[in-house]
């Protein structure tokens, strides 16, 4: 029998998914009897990965993108599993993450006039107005599949949107009568349904950008997302090389440009001082950024002449968004960024001119290494400096890292100064918890490498750790996880502070944001998946546990997961 959810799982294998990441319900049926015949049959269909949790499920999906760079599928019941994705929606949207989610939706005869009409009580409560409308907000695309005549035309079509820039979500939903019915196979031609082309320069704004940034005395690249593109940090580096800028990243959430180069000058978060990098900037190539400073605390000196180029200059998914560029332009960073290179090439230098600008930021480098170098001297104190000091040296060069320490965000890309184009991610978004989801996808997307996720205790609770260490042993795909534990959330803390330095809740015992007594972290993913677990309280147990940690990640194969307590909010 050869029906649209068959149709439907050719497609996705046709786009190349290999996980359909699901969390199954009574409107599934002829999925789940597709995928089963196919796979009686020997036909190739992408593995489902069951999820107990939805919202781990899409954030499983968000990691494999961002390591891979593909789209995979989510498949979640009704109107009640695309609630329970939650927080991933956000993720994989603001982060621009491409993904595939498919929902089924109640049935919409109930006499048994065809295959898959009503016949179980609960397609009379979740029949609601407008399922789609949930996430509407958020996706590149959503669409009803009325008919399994055009469903793998629905699918691609969907997939162009998800992998073309900016990239993200779409959600197809489709009711049981639909799914179930029998249709004539439809031949694809994949060459006809890729994603748009990367978008380029055109060739007088190659010329003004680099004129402009030829003539400043101190020219800067601020990014967030550049790196997500592999090759384009190497093109980042051969343009600030070349003219001697200098490059700061602003809330990064991957790898932009190596730590160790003289010319990086570190990264930004919510830190509530100006940015010397960014205040010494007359010329600012700000490339692939959402937040790439925070005005009311730091900015670009009045003047600085800048230039955005972005894949999605507009923000068009934030409604309040402007910097005072010169000119904007979208494009592919990768390509833009060897345009320029390529238009360099050809002009004659000031040498004298890139000298001074090198010397400059190297000098700034140098000051910015040596501040960090003495924040993971080890005293006493066990602090998220002088942890994530002792992981990086468990980084090796097929190592990924996932970052979610929150108040640690800033230092673990400090601290673990990486310098290879994919080896750190963050969700790029803000809703918490996607780092255990995300951490089976990137292990499911490079099973060769080594994946670390690092977590503020809040967000590591946010996760669902359950549902991510149960599936993360049934589908052998083993990580470390490091709990930067603060016994709460320090942030919201900060954040009342920021603006009530001296009001009642300064002068608070207790606001809501602490978590004493902990529950025992480690503890829950052994539970739930027979996890390495140890809590490491004290300085003086931090690298026998990392030792054995790793082992059982490397060796044994199993998720290991340490509960690091680092000084109290
Ligand atoms: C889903 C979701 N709920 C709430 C928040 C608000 N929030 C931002 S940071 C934070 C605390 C996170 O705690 P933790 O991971 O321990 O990091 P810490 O701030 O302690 O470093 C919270 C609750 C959020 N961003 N997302
Ligand atoms: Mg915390």
């Known amino acids: 029998m050869y029906t649209a959810s068959a149709a439907l799982l050719e497609a996705l294998n046709e786009a190349g998914v290999s996980y359909i990441f699901a969390n199954w319900g009574s409107d599934h049926p002829a999925l789940i009897e597709a995928h089963a015949e196919a796979r009686a049959t020997g036909r190739t269909v992408p593995e489902i990965v069951t999820c107990p949790n939805e919202m ?47 929902a089924g939706t109640s049935p919409f005869s109930q006499a048994g006039e065809m295959r898959g009409s009503r016949n179980e009580f609960i397609q009379w409560i979740q029949d609601v107005h407008d399922q789609r409308g949930i996430v509407r907000g958020y996706m590149r695309y959503d669409n009803e599949i009325r ?98 800028v200098g490059v700061l990243e602003s809330v990064p959430s991957a790898m ?56 999605d200059p507009l923000k068009e998914q934030m409604p309040l968004w402007y910097i005072p560029a010169k000119r904007s332009y979208r494009a592919h960073a990768e390509t833009a960024l060897h345009q320029l290179n390529s238009y360099l090439g050809q002009v004659e230098l000031d040498q004298k001119a890139v000298k001074m600008r ?108 359950s549902t991510v260490h149960w599936i993360a042993r049934r589908y052998k795909t083993p990580f470390l996880q490091v709990i930067y534990n603060n016994r709460g959330w320090k942030s919201p803390k900060l954040s009342a502070l920021a603006i009530h330095p001296e009001g009642y809740a300064s002068r608070a015992n207790e606001i809501g944001v602490t978590f004493d007594p902990p529950p025992d972290y480690a503890g829950i993913a052994a539970a739930a998946g027979g996890a390495f677990a140890r809590t490491v309280r004290t300085a003086s147990e931090l690298d026998e546990s990392l030792e054995e940690a790793m082992a059982a990640v490397r060796e044994e194969k199993r998720c290991a997961v340490l509960d690091v307590w680092l000084p109290h909010l």
């Open 56 to 102: 781990v499920a899409l954030s499983a999906a968000h990691g494999y993108a961002q390591v891979s760079g593909r789209a995979q599928a989510v498949f979640v019941h009704v109107e009640c599993g695309t609630q329970s994705l939650a927080g991933a929606i956000h993720n994989a949207a603001k982060g621009r993450a491409p993904a595939f989610i498919f």
């Open 358 to 465: 090198h010397g400059h930021y190297r000098k700034s480098h140098a000051a910015r290494a040596a501040r960090l170098a003495a924040l993971e001297e080890r005293g006493g104190v066990l602090t998220g400096e002088i942890l994530t000091a002792a992981l990086r040296k468990y980084v090796d060069g097929s190592t990924i890292v996932l970052n979610e320490g929150i108040s640690h965000y800033h230092t673990i890309f400090d601290h673990l100064g990486l310098s290879r184009p994919g080896s750190i991610f963050a969700s790029g978004a803000g809703s918490l918890g996607w780092n255990g989801g995300a951490a089976i996808g990137a292990k499911l997307a490079s099973p060769g490498s080594t994946v670390m996720a690092l977590t503020g205790d809040g967000s590591y609770m946010f996760s669902q750790p």
């Open 147 to 244: 008919t399994g005549k055009t469903i793998k035309q629905l699918v691609h079509r969907a997939m162009q949107f998800a992998h073309s820039d900016p990239k993200g979500p779409v959600y197809l939903m489709g009711a049981r009568e639909v799914m179930e019915e029998e249709v004539a196979p439809v031949a694809i031609d994949m060459a006809h349904w890729q994603p748009l082309a990367a978008g380029a320069l055109a060739s007088e704004d190659i010329e003004a950008i680099a004129n402009d940034l030829i003539a400043a005395k101190r020219p800067l690249a601020v990014t967030s997302y550049l790196g997500r593109s592999p090759r384009a940090a190497g093109e980042l580096v051969r343009l600030c090389e070349r003219i001697g």
């Open 256 to 311: 932009n440009f190596p730590a160790d180069h003289p010319l990086y000058q570190g990264n930004q978060w919510n830190h509530p001082v100006q940015n010397p990098a960014l205040a010494g900037a007359d010329c600012v190539l700000v490339l692939d950024s959402d937040v790439p400073w925070i005005p009311a605390v730091s900015k670009p000196q009045d003047g600085a002449i800048i230039h955005h180029i972005d894949v």
